[in-house]
């Protein structure tokens, strides 16, 4: 009896399962359960599709045209296809839009999208009853009326316009243009280049972590001044072998060869993008300039942070709000936009954690040294780091302290910042690891961040703005620090004093320029990143730089400098 309740439980329950799998893959292909019940299962993907597109234009000089349709049925994507730069006349994207759960049968949702003059239709093998059909600027768009198709990855769900022949789109699920809107612009302005979602977004599959790896190294690669264009951009200064101009150069492609060829040789653990990613007058459309150089991070997988410099939003193109909200977006990027109570955008903090543990090994300080001083008439040049954000990183570390001091090895800090601080100028510093070229154009007015960072025991702090300077800098610590050594204590502690260890620190190192969009010159400078390799088992911290140019240089570690040891800032003898 009980194995004949048994036998008829376990075909009761193979016959629901069934039952249950068959209506799974049923709504599947054609939506036969009910919207609420379709969009809890785990297939669905919450979000709109796109049912149709098409481009407007518009005249200034004609009343009569409109560059905004009728936004109860579009919704316009915000950049000019001609980038304001087509005198009287202007182009606009737009997209019509739905809910999938307010499609009605008499729908059709975008599927496919391509450009070009000749009906892609036209020879294609198993299109069936689909047919393309043609819209303003070469587009053509195939759309589907079949339910399934708005909940596969076949759907389009966003669309936008990125710009120039160099343009890339590393964002999952989306597919770029290799041919441009077929609009009728200008030889000189760059092309309008489409690019749409298939599919809705999906979330990371795991979190981003950075950790120490095994046998102990952290490894920083500071890349800082790259100033990329909309476009491939105009080279500044650049030069070759032998300090020889270099004809027909394209900036953003040497500048990215050039990062490409250090991420390849150096494998960085983590990648920190310290201000002046973009040329704020030469990038018109600034998320291309941005997806171009987290392009070969997200390739690669690395993780990365980035904090603005003063050019990140010059012109006006795209606030440091909004690109830090696409930054946010992105794969590997481990971007913060910070407290909103503190002055700037990019105020935040990273946590690099043990190899094994939960306790963070590295605690990295990422600061907004924001633009032009707001003073000119009293302080010249640069703003400065604001009261509300040294409190803001002063109350931070200090609430740290107790979890750092679970970690089995010395906590070390460090921090990231652009405009460089004016304790970089003091003549009575200690100049090591490379040359000061150029004058210090750092802030006028002192809000004296560096005696917080000092305070902190930050042991290094990372700076970029002035190009061709890549030195790194110990001030000499005050009368009042300097202790009398312990004949005891057997611990390694160079210092600049014989028979005493004062307190030093924090190292204030430039990274120079990489990028072949900004100034250089100054006699021969070549381009350059900074490396930071943190050794958690020695307590030791080394930094070296990478340059573009050449031969046997560029495989060599430049001014390579121990800047910590044994937990200890120290200076070299």
Not at 132 to 140: F, K, L, Q, T
Not at 342 to 364: C, F, K, M, R
Not at 502 to 510: F, Q, V
Request: charged share 25%.
């Amino acid at each position: 009896m009980a194995k004949r309740i048994t036998r008829t439980l376990a075909q009761l329950g193979a016959l629901v399962t069934a039952l249950l799998l068959l209506i799974f893959l049923a709504d599947s292909r054609y939506r036969v359960l009910p919207n609420r019940i379709h969009s809890a299962l785990p297939s669905h993907h919450v979000g709109t599709v796109i049912t149709d597109l098409t481009i407007s234009f518009c005249s200034s000089v004609n009343p009569l045209s409109s560059c905004r349709l009728d936004p109860e049925q579009w919704h316009r994507i915000e950049k000019d296809l001609y980038l304001r730069s087509g005198w009287v006349k202007s182009a606009w994207l737009h997209v019509k839009r739905k809910k999938e759960e307010e499609l009605t049968p008499e729908d059709k949702i975008v599927v496919g999208v391509k450009i070009g003059r000749l009906d892609p239709g036209v020879g294609e093998k198993g299109q069936g009853s689909e047919k393309w059909e043609s819209r303003p600027g070469g587009i053509w768009i195939l759309r589907s009326s079949k339910r399934h198709d708005s909940d596969s990855d076949k759907a389009v769900t966003s669309v936008d316009v990125l710009f120039g022949p160099d343009a890339v789109d590393p964002r999952p699920g989306w597919r770029l243009a290799q041919t441009p809107l077929l609009i009728d612009t200008d030889k000189k302005l760059q092309p309008a280049r489409l690019s749409t979602r298939h599919g809705q977004p999906h979330k990371e599959a795991r979190e981003v972590v950075p950790r120490v790896r095994k046998d102990g190294r952290f490894k920083i690669l500071q890349i800082s001044d790259a100033h990329l264009s909309t476009g491939v951009g105009a080279c500044r200064d650049a030069i070759g072998e032998n300090g020889a101009a270099s004809k027909d150069c394209e900036a953003d492609i040497r500048t990215l060869e050039f990062l490409d060829n250090v991420l390849d040789s150096e494998t960085p653990d983590l990648v920190v993008l310290s201000g002046d990613q973009v040329e704020g007058p030469t990038a018109p459309d600034t998320e291309s300039a941005i997806l171009k150089l987290v392009d070969p991070l997200i390739e690669r997988s690395i993780p990365y942070v980035a904090i603005f410099g003063n050019h990140d939003d010059e012109g006006g193109h795209m606030s440091r709000e909004a690109q830090m909200a696409l930054l946010r977006t992105l794969p590997y990027s481990l971007s913060q936009a910070g407290p909103q109570n503190v002055d700037g955008v990019g105020n935040y903090y990273i946590e690099v954690l043990a190899p094994s543990a939960q306790h963070s090994a590295l605690t990295l300080y990422m600061l907004d040294t924001h633009s032009l001083t707001p003073d000119e008439k009293h302080h010249k040049g640069y703003d400065w780091i604001k009261p509300s954000q040294i409190a803001w990183f002063q109350s931070t570390a200090q609430g740290l302290q107790k979890a750092h001091a679970k970690y089995s090895h010395i906590h070390l800090d460090m921090a990231f910042i652009h405009i460089p601080l004016p304790e970089f100028a003091d003549k009575n510093n200690l100049i090591k690891g490379g040359k000061w070229i150029e004058g210090v154009t750092a802030p006028s007015f002192n809000s004296h961040f560096y005696n917080a960072l000092a305070e902190e025991g930050v042991v290094a702090v990372g700076a970029g703005h002035d190009h061709v300077n890549d030195y790194c800098a110990l001030r000499p610590p005050p009368p009042s620090q300097l202790v009398v050594r312990d004949t005891e204590d057997t611990t390694p502690a160079p210092s600049i004093h014989h028979g005493t260890r004062p307190r030093l620190g924090p190292w204030m190192c430039y990274a120079g320029a990489s990028g072949f969009g900004g100034y250089a010159g100054y006699g021969g400078f070549h381009r350059r990143v900074r490396v930071w390799e943190v050794d958690t088992n020695a307590r030791r911290i080394v930094t070296w730089k990478r340059v573009e140019c050449c031969g046997e240089d560029t495989k060599k570690r430049i001014d390579e400098l121990v800047i910590v040891d044994g937990g200890r800032v120290v200076a070299p003898e």
